[in-house]
């Protein structure tokens, strides 16, 4: 028997009524914001991500040569798409640009619960806009969109890697913009909390090991925005601008008027992402009930545009939401809360059954188009059991209404409307808009 791909799933009518309210959601909320959906190719060409992605997505990727000998690949991610896209199809539209995007990616890695080998995106880019209120238009559309969406207790945790790369500069340690530079890899090891490394590195370019003390300290800060009190103290006794700090102090306070209040929103001065394009503010959202896998979205200002001859739009900003993890982390929350819906409006609405008994089907087609053109759910019986069986059908199928409709009906012009919900049945005109009263 041919079973589906590892690291793929099937999603079968109540998955997808869930998947679509929350693709729904995220989509009116992205408008609602100004931002305008675009979609590129499932596969590109094979250079767009080797030269653009880090090493760790080159290893994963699904490539392969069509029958032109031209190699190409599954994309792995969407932000690089999307950026060739602005470049061929958007270099004159009017900017800045506010874009969404959502679908499938696809990396070769190892499968487990969160993480697929098919999985989905959901993200937006703010493109040919920068500073700190294009920051917090971005992070508030994040927050709004989680918030609506019914997820509790998640933790945003925001940062600038300026303040990072204005300390690690500060004390000597060379940026030539190479990924195995000394600050690309003290920011690495700051990403992942290696005080050890860091103080490894730091002694092999004769910097004194009292900056990781101070770095410490800076990480140490838990709070929100008067935590950048104690982090401007630390800055100073290094010699260290406050630039960086000052922008990440108006974007928090612009957030404050943009947003709904998260659950909890911690200012992490040693958030890096982990990715050498971040410019300034970066972010992340993570759901405690997730474990290991509980980060369910990312991002911040980058300069990625540069790379395909569009130097004036850098920096832009944007995040990605990790759409399955974000559902997973909501059906652990309904299930611990006892929350019937996971995603506000997955319950499909009220249908209807159409029930021919012992009359030809075709005699009633007219009020099914009618009905149908009302708006209604209406599907027409096509079992040809008895009413019996065909209640208990419609029962089991999640119906609300069953319409029957037999000879004498015809005749009479009437019909039988019964509510399998709270078990009522009544006579009306056999006519469409007699039977939408009761539906």
């Known amino acids: 028997m041919v079973q589906r791909p590892r690291g793929t799933r099937d999603f079968i009518p109540t998955k997808m009524n869930r998947r679509l309210a929350f693709e729904n959601l995220l989509e009116s909320k992205a408008v609602s914001h100004g931002f305008r959906r675009v979609q590129t190719p499932i596969f590109e060409s094979l250079d767009l991500f080797t030269a653009k992605s ?10 392969f040569e069509d029958k032109s000998g031209r190699s190409l690949t599954l994309r792995p991610e969407l932000t690089a798409p999307v950026m060739r896209m602005i470049s061929e199809e958007m270099r004159s539209s009017p900017k800045p640009l506010r874009l969404s995007y959502f679908g499938q990616c696809f990396r070769y890695e190892e499968s487990k619960k969160g993480r697929y080998r098919e999985f989905f995106q959901y993200g937006v880019e703010l493109i040919g806009a ?3 209120l294009a920051e917090a238009e971005v992070v508030s559309l994040a927050i ?9 207790d998640y933790e945003v945790r925001i940062g600038h890697v300026g303040v990072l790369r204005d300390i690690l500069t500060g004390l000597g340690l060379a940026s030539d913009g190479a990924p195995e530079a000394p600050v690309a890899s003290a920011m690495r090891l700051l990403d992942k909390g290696d005080w050890d490394g860091l103080t490894e590195l730091f002694a092999a370019n004769g910097i004194d090991s009292s900056a990781s003390d101070e770095l410490k300290r800076l990480a140490s800060l838990d709070g929100g925005i008067e935590t950048l009190e104690s982090a401007k103290e ?3 006794k290094l010699g260290i601008s406050h630039e960086s700090l000052d922008e990440l102090r108006l974007l928090l306070s612009s957030l404050e008027s943009l947003a709904p209040t998260p659950p909890s929103l911690k200012v992490n001065l040693c958030v890096a992402r982990g990715l050498d394009y971040y410019t300034g503010m970066v972010f992340e959202v993570n759901v405690a009930e997730l474990g290991g896998e509980g980060q369910v979205l990312g991002g911040g200002s980058y300069k990625l545009l540069h790379l395909f001859g569009l130097e004036d739009l850098d920096p832009s900003c944007g995040f990605g939401l990790g759409f399955d993890r974000v559902l997973l982390a909501l059906e652990a929350q309904a299930e611990r809360i006892g929350r019937k819906e996971v995603v506000p409006g997955e319950t ?13 089907p075709t005699s009633v087609l007219g ?6 053109d009302m708006g209604k759910s209406v599907e027409l019986d096509l079992r040809g059991k008895n009413i019996g069986k065909s209640l208990d059908w419609a029962s089991k199928n999640g119906f609300t209404t069953v319409v029957i409709v037999g000879p004498q009906d015809l005749e009479t012009g009437q019909c039988s409307v019964k509510n399998l919900v709270s078990g009522e049945q009544n006579n009306c005109s056999l006519s469409s808009s007699s039977i939408a009263d009761f539906l």
């Not at 880090?54 to 490539?63: E, I, M, N, T």
């Not at 009220?350 to 030809?360: E, N, Q």
């Open 348 to 360: 499909p609405p009220p249908s209807t059954l159409i029930l021919p008994f012992k009359v030809d």
């Open 144 to 152: 709004d969109m989680l918030d609506s969406c019914g997820l509790v």
């Open 54 to 63: 880090g090493p760790g997505v080159v290893k994963q990727l699904y490539a």
């Open 234 to 236: 630390i800055l100073d």
């Open 130 to 132: 920068s500073g700190p």
């Open 367 to 372: 009020i099914v188009k009618e009905l149908r």
